[in-house]
T-cell receptor
Framework: GESVGLHLPTLSVQEGDNSIINCAYS??????FIWYKQESGKGPQFIID?????DKRQGQRVTVLLNKTVKHLSLQIAATQPGDSAVYFC???????????FGTGTSLTVIP | DVKVTQSSRYLVKRTGEKVFLECVQD?????MFWYRQDPGLGLRLIYF???????EKGDIPEGYSVSREKKERFSLILESASTNQTSMYLC????????????????FGPGTRLTVL
């Protein structure tokens, strides 16, 4: 079946550096993508989303890039802070109603 | 802000017990969802509902049932709990349009970590 995957399961960055978390998807019909942050023991928290008619979307310290040609999604976090340490995962709309495929996540560790 | 609450953060039950997990959202959302989250598997959809008294099976509905008697509340029921149902259970809601498909952002509750002994 179609699935969402991540290139790296773990990522460590120095505080203040920029972080890039990647996500590959395989369903070319997907038209909506979401990045979530999940801290230990908590539910996923919405970070940013992007629809397929866009290539880039920016939020506060975060940017999502969508490359539909290679079916690739990335989350960039600027000036990474210790509070950014969490698991980040992407969600891909299945294209059949309000259902999503979810990736397994990348664990980001920020080194002070 | 959207608020999704779940009745328990931690729950321990015995095999064969009937288990109720409750979820409430306060944003008048049409759609509600139940997922389970297991290490290495990501979130898997159990059931969802796009309207009161409406329910649809997700990817892994076996061993579960749901109830949505009121718009703000969506309950997950384990009819006879088994050890392989030990997991983190997450509820989510999204705006949607009653009875129609939508692609809105899903907002999650804090999760219930269920252990079945």
């Amino acid at each position: 079946g179609e699935s969402v995957g991540l290139h790296l399961p773990t990522l460590s960055v120095q505080e203040g550096d920029n972080s890039i978390i990647n996500c590959a998807y395989s369903n070319s019909a997907s038209d909506y993508f979401i990045w979530y942050k999940q801290e230990s023991g908590k539910g996923p928290q919405f970070i940013i989303d992007i629809r397929s008619n866009m290539d880039k979307r920016q939020g506060q310290r975060v940017t999502v890039l969508l490359n539909k040609t290679v079916k690739h999604l990335s989350l960039q976090i600027a000036a990474t802070q210790p509070g950014d340490s969490a698991v980040y995962f992407c969600a891909e709309n299945k294209g059949t109603g309000n259902q999503f495929y979810f990736g397994t996540g990348t664990s980001l560790t920020v080194i002070p | 802000d959207v608020k999704v609450t779940q009745s328990s953060r931690y729950l321990v039950k015995r095999t064969g017990e009937k288990v109720f997990l409750e979820c409430v959202q306060d944003m008048d959302h049409e759609n509600m969802f139940w997922y389970r989250q297991d290490p290495g598997l990501g979130l898997r959809l159990i059931y969802f509902s796009y309207d009161v008294k409406m329910k649809e099976k997700g990817d892994i509905p076996e061993g579960y049932s749901v109830s949505r008697e009121k718009k703000e509340r969506f309950s997950l029921i384990l009819e006879s709990a088994s050890t392989n149902q030990t997991s983190m259970y997450l509820c989510a809601s999204s705006y949607g349009l009653a009875g129609r498909w939508s692609t809105d952002t899903q907002y999650f509750g804090p999760g219930t970590r269920l252990t079945v002994l």
